[in-house]
Protein backbone atom coordinates (compact mmCIF):
# COMPACT_ATOMS: atom_id res chain seq x y z
CA UNK A 1 0.00 0.00 0.00
CA UNK A 2 0.87 3.34 -0.71
CA UNK A 3 2.58 5.58 2.28
CA UNK A 4 -0.14 7.69 4.50
CA UNK A 5 -3.32 6.57 2.24
CA UNK A 6 -6.36 4.38 2.66
CA UNK A 7 -6.59 0.76 1.72
CA UNK A 8 -8.58 0.10 -1.15
CA UNK A 9 -10.82 -2.11 0.25
CA UNK A 10 -11.72 0.91 2.81
CA UNK A 11 -13.87 2.40 -0.08
CA UNK A 12 -16.86 1.26 -0.60
CA UNK A 13 -17.85 -0.80 -3.78
CA UNK A 14 -19.76 0.77 -6.47
CA UNK A 15 -23.02 -0.60 -8.05
CA UNK A 16 -21.21 0.15 -11.23
CA UNK A 17 -18.15 1.56 -12.60
CA UNK A 18 -17.59 5.26 -12.35
CA UNK A 19 -15.95 6.88 -15.24
CA UNK A 20 -13.09 9.42 -13.96
CA UNK A 21 -11.05 11.77 -16.07
CA UNK A 22 -7.59 12.61 -15.71
CA UNK A 23 -5.64 15.64 -16.56
CA UNK A 24 -2.19 15.02 -16.83
CA UNK A 25 0.91 17.03 -19.28
CA UNK A 26 2.87 14.94 -21.33
CA UNK A 27 6.57 17.22 -21.09
CA UNK A 28 10.31 17.03 -21.21
CA UNK A 29 11.45 13.53 -23.07
CA UNK A 30 7.64 11.96 -22.92
CA UNK A 31 7.00 14.13 -26.25
CA UNK A 32 9.02 11.54 -27.95
CA UNK A 33 7.01 8.31 -26.87
CA UNK A 34 4.26 6.95 -29.01
CA UNK A 35 0.96 6.84 -28.22
CA UNK A 36 1.13 2.93 -27.58
CA UNK A 37 3.56 3.67 -25.30
CA UNK A 38 1.66 6.41 -23.60
CA UNK A 39 -0.66 3.57 -22.90
CA UNK A 40 1.95 1.01 -21.83
CA UNK A 41 3.33 3.42 -19.43
CA UNK A 42 -0.17 4.45 -17.79
CA UNK A 43 -1.01 0.78 -17.34
CA UNK A 44 2.15 0.54 -14.81
CA UNK A 45 0.91 4.17 -13.39
CA UNK A 46 -1.90 2.77 -12.98
CA UNK A 47 -0.83 -0.02 -11.25
CA UNK A 48 1.53 1.36 -8.87
CA UNK A 49 -0.80 4.00 -7.67
CA UNK A 50 -2.90 1.09 -6.46
CA UNK A 51 -6.41 2.35 -7.89
CA UNK A 52 -9.68 0.14 -8.16
CA UNK A 53 -9.97 -0.12 -11.65
CA UNK A 54 -12.63 -1.54 -13.54
CA UNK A 55 -10.51 -3.97 -16.32
CA UNK A 56 -12.12 -5.57 -19.16
CA UNK A 57 -13.54 -9.18 -19.24
CA UNK A 58 -12.18 -12.08 -21.34
CA UNK A 59 -9.30 -14.04 -21.75
CA UNK A 60 -6.67 -10.77 -21.50
CA UNK A 61 -8.26 -8.45 -18.65
CA UNK A 62 -6.66 -4.66 -18.79
CA UNK A 63 -7.74 -1.37 -17.46
CA UNK A 64 -10.23 0.55 -19.56
CA UNK A 65 -8.57 3.94 -21.11
CA UNK A 66 -9.85 6.21 -23.37
CA UNK A 67 -7.56 8.94 -24.49
CA UNK A 68 -8.64 12.26 -26.17
CA UNK A 69 -6.82 13.41 -29.02
CA UNK A 70 -3.05 11.22 -29.65
CA UNK A 71 -0.32 14.24 -29.23
CA UNK A 72 1.77 13.87 -32.20
CA UNK A 73 5.64 12.96 -31.67
CA UNK A 74 7.94 15.89 -30.51
CA UNK A 75 4.82 17.67 -29.02
CA UNK A 76 4.26 19.10 -25.77
CA UNK A 77 1.18 19.29 -23.80
CA UNK A 78 -0.78 20.31 -21.00
CA UNK A 79 -3.83 19.50 -21.26
CA UNK A 80 -4.10 15.54 -21.88
CA UNK A 81 -6.83 13.54 -20.85
CA UNK A 82 -8.05 10.22 -20.65
CA UNK A 83 -10.95 8.23 -18.90
CA UNK A 84 -10.68 5.74 -16.82
CA UNK A 85 -13.16 3.47 -14.84
CA UNK A 86 -13.65 2.92 -11.04
CA UNK A 87 -15.46 0.34 -9.16
CA UNK A 88 -14.61 1.81 -5.72
CA UNK A 89 -16.06 5.22 -4.60
CA UNK A 90 -12.18 6.80 -4.34
CA UNK A 91 -12.83 10.68 -4.26
CA UNK A 92 -10.47 12.55 -6.66
CA UNK A 93 -8.11 14.04 -4.09
CA UNK A 94 -7.38 10.83 -3.21
CA UNK A 95 -6.82 9.45 -6.46
CA UNK A 96 -4.64 12.58 -7.43
CA UNK A 97 -2.55 11.82 -4.57
CA UNK A 98 -1.96 8.12 -5.33
CA UNK A 99 -1.03 9.41 -9.10
CA UNK A 100 1.10 11.91 -8.00
CA UNK A 101 3.45 9.38 -5.98
CA UNK A 102 3.18 6.88 -8.70
CA UNK A 103 4.62 9.15 -11.47
CA UNK A 104 7.21 11.62 -12.49
CA UNK A 105 6.82 15.55 -13.73
CA UNK A 106 6.93 14.74 -16.93
CA UNK A 107 4.11 13.41 -16.76
CA UNK A 108 2.17 15.40 -14.49
CA UNK A 109 -1.74 14.50 -13.01
CA UNK A 110 -3.13 18.24 -12.52
CA UNK A 111 -6.84 16.99 -12.08
CA UNK A 112 -9.72 14.47 -11.46
CA UNK A 113 -12.93 14.50 -12.40
CA UNK A 114 -16.51 12.84 -13.21
CA UNK A 115 -16.81 14.45 -17.23
CA UNK A 116 -20.34 15.37 -18.64
CA UNK A 117 -18.85 15.42 -21.51
CA UNK A 118 -17.58 13.48 -24.18
CA UNK A 119 -14.12 13.21 -25.97
CA UNK A 120 -16.57 13.38 -29.63
CA UNK A 121 -17.27 17.05 -28.59
CA UNK A 122 -13.81 17.97 -29.52
CA UNK A 123 -13.12 20.44 -32.31
CA UNK A 124 -10.37 22.52 -32.04
CA UNK A 125 -7.20 22.52 -29.91
CA UNK A 126 -4.72 26.03 -29.05
CA UNK A 127 -0.89 25.36 -29.71
CA UNK A 128 1.62 27.80 -29.06
CA UNK A 129 4.41 27.55 -31.49
CA UNK A 130 8.16 29.16 -30.56
CA UNK A 131 10.16 29.29 -33.15
CA UNK A 132 14.30 30.83 -33.38
CA UNK A 133 15.01 32.95 -36.04
CA UNK A 134 16.87 36.28 -37.15
CA UNK A 135 14.89 39.41 -37.11
CA UNK A 136 12.12 38.56 -35.60
CA UNK A 137 9.56 41.50 -35.65
CA UNK A 138 10.04 40.86 -39.49
CA UNK A 139 9.63 37.26 -39.46
CA UNK A 140 6.77 37.49 -37.20
CA UNK A 141 4.82 40.04 -39.81
CA UNK A 142 5.72 37.59 -42.60
CA UNK A 143 4.70 34.61 -40.83
CA UNK A 144 1.27 36.08 -39.70
CA UNK A 145 0.42 37.21 -43.83
CA UNK A 146 1.27 33.66 -44.59
CA UNK A 147 -1.17 32.06 -41.78
CA UNK A 148 -4.27 33.88 -42.92
CA UNK A 149 -3.78 33.93 -47.28
CA UNK A 150 -5.75 31.40 -48.96
CA UNK A 151 -4.38 29.19 -50.12
CA UNK A 152 -1.77 27.76 -47.88
CA UNK A 153 -1.46 23.87 -49.38
CA UNK A 154 0.60 21.10 -47.57
CA UNK A 155 0.86 17.73 -48.49
CA UNK A 156 -1.39 15.76 -46.04
CA UNK A 157 -0.47 11.73 -45.57
CA UNK A 158 -3.20 9.35 -45.74
CA UNK A 159 -4.16 5.57 -45.74
CA UNK A 160 -5.55 5.98 -49.16
CA UNK A 161 -2.37 8.26 -50.44
CA UNK A 162 -0.87 12.01 -50.81
CA UNK A 163 -3.49 14.63 -50.86
CA UNK A 164 -2.66 18.57 -51.31
CA UNK A 165 -4.86 20.22 -49.18
CA UNK A 166 -5.23 24.01 -48.13
CA UNK A 167 -4.88 24.67 -44.41
CA UNK A 168 -6.28 28.20 -44.19
CA UNK A 169 -10.33 26.86 -43.36
CA UNK A 170 -8.74 24.78 -40.91
CA UNK A 171 -6.98 27.77 -38.76
CA UNK A 172 -9.69 29.04 -36.45
CA UNK A 173 -7.70 31.53 -35.15
CA UNK A 174 -3.91 32.71 -35.07
CA UNK A 175 -1.68 35.58 -33.14
CA UNK A 176 1.80 36.00 -33.78
CA UNK A 177 4.69 38.18 -32.02
CA UNK A 178 8.16 38.50 -32.21
CA UNK A 179 10.46 38.16 -28.95
CA UNK A 180 14.12 38.62 -28.57
CA UNK A 181 15.65 36.00 -31.32
CA UNK A 182 12.06 33.90 -31.87
CA UNK A 183 8.40 33.86 -33.03
CA UNK A 184 5.45 33.03 -31.16
CA UNK A 185 2.87 31.98 -32.74
CA UNK A 186 -0.42 30.95 -30.91
CA UNK A 187 -2.90 29.23 -33.40
CA UNK A 188 -6.28 27.19 -32.64
CA UNK A 189 -6.57 25.05 -35.18
CA UNK A 190 -9.13 22.15 -36.06
CA UNK A 191 -9.20 19.05 -34.48
CA UNK A 192 -11.62 15.65 -33.42
CA UNK A 193 -12.60 13.08 -35.67
CA UNK A 194 -14.16 15.54 -37.96
CA UNK A 195 -11.32 17.56 -38.96
CA UNK A 196 -8.00 17.13 -38.02
CA UNK A 197 -4.74 19.68 -38.34
CA UNK A 198 -1.45 18.50 -37.58
CA UNK A 199 0.38 21.08 -35.61
CA UNK A 200 3.63 19.80 -37.97
CA UNK A 201 1.88 20.12 -41.10
CA UNK A 202 1.48 23.96 -40.16
CA UNK A 203 5.01 23.86 -39.51
CA UNK A 204 5.52 22.16 -42.91
CA UNK A 205 3.89 25.01 -44.34
CA UNK A 206 5.90 27.68 -42.66
CA UNK A 207 8.95 25.88 -44.23
CA UNK A 208 7.15 25.88 -47.60
CA UNK A 209 6.78 29.67 -47.70
CA UNK A 210 8.96 31.18 -46.09
CA UNK A 211 12.98 31.06 -45.39
CA UNK A 212 11.99 29.32 -42.41
CA UNK A 213 13.51 26.34 -40.11
CA UNK A 214 15.83 25.26 -43.72
CA UNK A 215 18.80 25.26 -41.25
CA UNK A 216 19.46 24.76 -37.60
CA UNK A 217 16.54 27.03 -36.49
CA UNK A 218 15.05 24.79 -33.16
CA UNK A 219 11.48 24.85 -32.71
CA UNK A 220 9.10 23.65 -30.12
CA UNK A 221 5.38 22.95 -29.68
CA UNK A 222 2.88 23.01 -26.75
CA UNK A 223 -0.64 21.89 -26.85
CA UNK A 224 -2.43 24.38 -24.96
CA UNK A 225 -5.88 23.74 -24.55
CA UNK A 226 -8.68 21.14 -26.19
CA UNK A 227 -11.84 22.88 -27.62
CA UNK A 228 -15.33 22.30 -28.20
CA UNK A 229 -16.83 23.62 -32.15
CA UNK A 230 -17.66 26.80 -30.14
CA UNK A 231 -14.15 27.39 -28.95
CA UNK A 232 -14.60 27.47 -24.93
CA UNK A 233 -13.03 25.17 -23.54
CA UNK A 234 -13.64 21.55 -23.32
CA UNK A 235 -13.58 19.56 -19.83
Avoid at 35 to 60: K, M, S
Avoid at 110 to 122: E, G, L, M, Q, R
Avoid at 146 to 156: A, R, W
Amino acid sequence: MLPELKKINEYAPLDEPRTVRLRFCKKGALQYISHLDLQRTFVRILARAELPLWYTQGFNPHPKLVFALPLQLGTESVCEMVDIKLVRDMPCEDLLKRLSLATTAELDFTDAYVPNSKFADIAAAEYEFLIECDNAEKMAESISVVLTTSPLTVTKKSKSGDKEIDIIPLIRKVEVEAEEGACRILATVAAGSNENLSPELLVEALRKRLILLRGNEEYSILRRKLLKADLTEFR
